[in-house]
């Protein structure tokens, strides 16, 4: 299973964000993830689709789009328009599920269903036929540079059992926490989209810290 990098945004230099994608292009990361919070469903606000809208156009990095929001179905095709390629969800916020998987996936972009570190693996498998990935969500959701909480190892060890089980191709993506200990935890466990940002955008060697995050390195 091949694994990817997606940098998390949110501890990026906002002011300079262009070289900051630039940066992150020319150091081996594979996709960018926006962290989109309303202030609702997490107690923190960050930026949304203008944000996203001008990204795309400087960019051609698959654009890994957390919303971290209520009710996300009214925002679906809007964040499909700007550009989205991949649109993570929470389980927990108030849309119907199925519904906004679809929708997702009828706006021709990769749909992924998050949960939160209290949630349960099993309440991801009824919609394991009808998604691309699953994002397990390693801290609680809402800030960068928080202390992953090793409980979540055995969910995301559950739930790649359940896709093998069933034969599907799914992603299984880790978000928050990631450094280069934590990452080859996470891997041995199933996971292969790592979401990093306070350990990449602070590593003195970026290319280095990404290649720590996808495979075992050399002591
Ligand atoms: C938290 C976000 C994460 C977070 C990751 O709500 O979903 O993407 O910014 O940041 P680090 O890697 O610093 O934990
Ligand atoms: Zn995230």
């Not at 993570?88 to 119907?96: G, K, N, R």
């Not at 955008?201 to 970026?206: H, T, Y």
Request: aromatic share 6%; net charge negative; proline share 3%.
């Amino acid at each position: 299973m091949k694994n990817f990098v997606s940098a998390s945004v949110l501890s990026a230099d906002m002011l300079n964000f262009s070289s900051e994608i630039r940066k992150l292009e020319e150091n081996g990361i594979d996709m960018l993830h926006f962290d989109v919070m309303d202030g609702v469903f997490v107690n923190n606000i960050t930026f949304g689709i203008p944000v996203l809208e001008q990204v795309r156009k400087v960019t051609g990095m698959t654009l890994d789009v957390h919303l971290m929001i209520t009710d996300p179905l009214r925002y679906i095709e809007r964040f499909a328009a700007c550009g989205a390629d991949i649109i993570s969800f929470h389980l927990e916020s108030c849309s119907d599920t199925a519904e906004t998987l679809k929708a997702i996936r009828s706006c021709g972009v990769k749909a992924a269903l998050a949960i939160k570190p209290s949630t349960p693996a099993e309440a991801v498998f009824e919609y394991l036929n009808d998604l691309d990935m699953v994002l397990v969500m390693t801290v609680e959701p809402g800030f960068g540079g928080q202390s992953f909480i090793p409980s979540t190892v055995d969910k995301i060890r559950s739930i790649r059992e359940k896709i093998t089980s069933l034969g599907l191709d799914v992603d299984v993506e880790v978000d928050g926490g990631i450094n280069g200990e934590t990452a080859a935890v996470v891997r041995e466990a199933g996971a292969n989209v790592l979401v990093s940002g306070s350990y990449l955008f602070g590593a003195q060697d970026m290319r280095k810290a990404a290649l720590s995050l996808k495979e075992d390195m050399p002591c």
